[in-house]
Every structure is written in structure tokens, then in C-alpha cells.
């Protein structure tokens, strides 16, 4: 995260079931196991080069062994700063995605069915919604915001503009998402569901009045407005057939 930038995040996510068992488990494989083995990793580099010395008879040199070590140090520490900045988005991202999905998680009241996290072909999709008024698949945006000003999200038919830089990528990565949940759905039902891409972006005001036709870019509360809005186009029968066949693929893939 860039200086003078925050989260848009108000909020911490609630916890999930056995998380703090997860997190015991992380560290114990990627904190504790990691520093042992680089203990013992420097260990056998120190007798591998005291046998090297003993073997070819050669006397010591600290000046040279000292500018590799200086070196060394430089590099790892420009690589540990550079994997403390992806943690930080990666936990920001992971935050977002958490909050948006408890907040979905409320659709169910109404009769919605929300799945979470479907692991596909080399991606996934944030979110999932089943109901009468369609299929939707929702990718979650979370994204710093400038420490002071009132900032929002501009979207412009597929362009999508955030902190000063226009993007369409995030445009085309909802709608295949939504293609290829529309084709799933096609091979396993025979049916051709109507599928429609959506982008969430938590606590931003969001523009979208010059937004395409075919997919909604909005903060979370915006959209249960949006889908209500929109007629209903399948029966409860389809519901239940293209739930069961979301639910299917989840645990079978």
C-alpha cells in the first residue's frame, strides 16, 4: 500500500470456523518450518566452506566472504520488502472478499443461494448468486484509497477508471468468469442460463450511469436494488436445477 493511502475498509471480516487452528497451522509450516531450515541450511554452508578451506589449503579471507554476505543481505532484504507489500494486497483483497461474502450471505433471507470462492480453469470466481431474477457472478475490487479527498470509481462503457488509472481488464475478467459459468451450466443442465457479470467495490462511490448494458459495476449495498429491480426469468424449478448443478461442480472439482 502506498504512502498516504488507506484501505477503504471499515471493518475487519468476522471470523471463520477453525481459523485460528489455521493460523496455528501456517505458522508452523511457513514461519517455524522455514526458519529451522534456513538455520540448517547456514549450518552446512558454514562447513561446506570451512572443508573447502581445509581441503585446498587456503588461507582466510573475511573481506571478500564479507562483500557476499553485504550483498546477499541487500538482495534478500529488497525481496522481503517486495513480499511484505504482496501480503499486504493479498490480505486487503482477502479482507474484502470476506466482507462482501458475509454480506451476501444475508441473501439467503430472501431466497437467494450465494456459493463462494469457485475454483475453475486456472481462476476462480469470487461469488456466486442464484435466484429467480437470474445467475450472478460477482468479482470482488478491493483497492486503497487516497488518505484525503472524496475519490470514486468511474466507469465508462468497458473502461474502468480508479485512483487516476483507466483499466479494461477488470471488465473483461468479469465477463468471462460469467461466460464460462454460462457454459458450465449449458453442459451439465442443457440449458442456457442467463449469466450476468458483476464488480463490487467496497466502501468506493461508484459512477457507473455510462456503465455497458451487460454488466453492473457497484458498491455491495447498491446491488440487492439492482437484482430486485430486474424481472424475474426463471422458475424455482430452474433455481433449484442450476443450484444443484453449481453445488455439484464445487464438490466434484
Known amino acids: 500500500m502506498r504512502k498516504g493511502w488507506r484501505s477503504p475498509l471499515k471493518e475487519k471480516p468476522l471470523r471463520n470456523p477453525g481459523q485460528s487452528l489455521d493460523e496455528k497451522i501456517h505458522h508452523l509450516q511457513d514461519v517455524e518450518t522455514n526458519s529451522y531450515l534456513l538455520i540448517a541450511l547456514s549450518a552446512l554452508v558454514m ?8 581441503y585446498t589449503d587456503v588461507g582466510y ?47 439467503k433471507s430472501i431466497g437467494y443461494r ?16 442464484t435466484c429467480e431474477h437470474g445467475v450472478f457472478t460477482v468479482e470482488t475490487k478491493t483497492y486503497s484509497k487516497p488518505g484525503s479527498g ?18 479494461n ?3 473483461y475478467q468479469a465477463k468471462g468468469e460469467a461466460a464460462w459459468l454460462k457454459q458450465m451450466l449449458l453442459e451439465t443442465t442443457g440449458e ?10 467496497p466502501e468506493w462511490y461508484v459512477n457507473s450511469s455510462q456503465a455497458s448494458l451487460d454488466l453492473w459495476v ?9 437484482i430486485s429491480n430486474t424481472p424475474k426469468l426463471l422458475s424455482q424449478q430452474q433455481v433449484m436445477q442450476l443450484t444443484y448443478s453449481v453445488s455439484r461442480y464445487i464438490k466434484t472439482c
Open 218 to 226: 457497484l458498491n455491495p449495498k447498491a446491488l440487492p436494488t439492482f
Open 169 to 171: 481488464k477488470i471488465v
Open 192 to 201: 442456457n442460463y442467463p449469466v450476468r457479470p458483476v464488480v463490487l467495490f
Open 61 to 107: 579471507h573475511p573481506i571478500a566472504l564479507t562483500i557476499f554476505a553485504l550483498l546477499v543481505c541487500v538482495y534478500c532484504g529488497r525481496k522481503v520488502r517486495q513480499v511484505v507489500y504482496r501480503g499486504r494486497r493479498l490480505k486487503q483483497g482477502r479482507d474484502g472478499e470476506k466482507i462482501v461474502g458475509q454480506y451476501l450471505d444475508g441473501f
Open 150 to 167: 472524496r475519490p470514486e470509481i468511474l466507469v465508462k462503457g468497458d473502461k474502468i477508471t480508479v485512483n487516476g488509472f483507466t483499466t
Open 47 to 54: 562447513a561446506f566452506y570451512e572443508w573447502f578451506r581445509w
Open 114 to 129: 450465494v456459493f463462494h470462492d469457485i475454483v475453475c480453469d486456472g481462476f476462480n470466481i469470487d461469488h456466486v448468486i
